[in-house]
């Protein structure tokens, strides 16, 4: 690792920000619940993909006391596509807590925050920093790509004590003043010109003076080998009687928990088993509309799923019947089941 100067970097970082940074909807003002809000929507997700749902949300839930009384169902439909549904589940979680605990104001002590349901450390720097003009660092994946590139650092950033060395080093060096804009800085130089995918764009960088990873950007920042997924196989069932189809709740814990899905099982079925399992289940079926067959990864499993569309003869009680416009407008299906439901095109 190259050691350098790092109180140079609000001084560069700062002015290059001013006249680089994007026109993002969260950045129109310093309203803490929009901060938190947009980090939130922003892990994980890409930030043209957030900018609708952003809005939506805030129009449907404008501040912390309507997202505290928020039915489920309508939670889990605004974000519906979003995936990691668990962080909508501790928005609310921290909602009541802030309405409960501290009158509906948002705390702006970084330890405070710090102890919310569903703030770690880097959103509690972020929400300090850009709400509260706090000098608290918010290190996430593009911060420590920039700063092991900007060292020719090869230690894993996915170790847990790099990313608090980093986060303890940025700390000496934040600055008093407009310390919220330096770390916006920071993530914007990761998120657009010291990118994660492809070459950086080096002869736009700010700090290329000083940058000691130019040439070998490749090979940075190094990351700890990734555990293989586990595979799981499911058979999917999207069952038709009449115009409704069948959908049930996934159980209130464990993953897509409180959710909607087709009814489904694991391991695959050929078609022969799957229409036997729909006469078990007291379905009748009548007729084989297509098969297809689909995959899903999350963060450590993967599922392969086969789906049958099927037609039936009977609304078995054991499932909740929609139309496909009553679907789309009051079950949020997550995207592994979802992109069943799109094969049916528009309701």
């Not at 990691?84 to 948002?106: D, H, Q, T």
């Not at 994946?141 to 650092?153: E, F, P, Q, S, T």
């Not at 004590?161 to 008093?176: G, N, Q």
Request: hydrophobic share 35%.
């Amino acid at each position: 690792m190259k050691e350098i100067q790092l109180e140079f970097l609000p001084r560069v970082l700062l002015p290059w920000y001013e006249q680089n940074r994007r026109d993002l909807p969260w950045r129109k003002d310093r309203e803490p619940y929009h901060i938190w809000l947009s980090e939130i929507m922003l892990q994980q997700t890409r930030v043209e993909a957030v900018k609708g749902y952003y809005a939506r949300f805030l129009q449907e839930l404008p501040d912390l006391a309507s997202l505290a009384v928020c039915d489920d169902e309508k939670l889990h439909k605004l974000w519906e596509g979003l995936g990691y549904y668990s962080r909508v589940r501790n928005l609310k979680k921290c909602a009541n807590v802030i309405m409960e605990e501290y009158a509906g104001e948002f705390p702006s002590d970084h330890k405070t925050v710090l102890s919310l349901p569903g703030i770690g450390p880097y959103t509690a720097g972020a929400i300090c920093s850009i709400a509260f003009s706090k000098p608290t660092p918010a290190v996430d994946g593009n911060v420590l790509r920039v700063m092991a590139r900007l060292r020719a650092d090869d230690a894993p950033i996915d170790e847990p004590a790099v990313k608090k060395r980093v986060e303890r080093e940025l700390a000496e060096i934040y600055p008093m003043e407009n310390p919220g804009a330096f770390t916006q800085a920071l993530m914007e130089l990761g998120a657009t010109v010291c990118v994660p995918n492809g070459a950086p764009q080096c002869e736009h960088c700010p700090c290329r003076e000083f940058c000691a990873g130019q040439e070998n950007w490749q090979t940075l920042p190094v990351k700890l080998p990734k555990r293989s997924k586990k595979q799981e196989y499911r058979t999917v069932f999207v069952l038709r009687c009449e115009d409704q189809y069948a959908i049930e709740k996934r159980p209130e814990k464990g993953l897509l928990a409180g959710l909607w899905q087709f009814p489904n099982l694991s391991g695959f079925l050929e078609l022969d088993e799957a229409i036997a399992w729909c006469r078990r289940e007291n379905l009748r079926p009548a007729g084989v509309e297509r098969m297809v067959e689909r995959s899903h990864i999350f963060t450590h499993i993967r599922w392969d799923m086969r789906c049958y569309y099927l037609q039936v003869g009977e609304k078995s009680p054991a499932y909740c019947w929609k139309t496909l416009k009553e679907m789309d407008e009051q079950a949020a299906l997550p995207t592994a089941f979802r992109q069943f439901r799109e094969e049916l095109g528009n309701a």
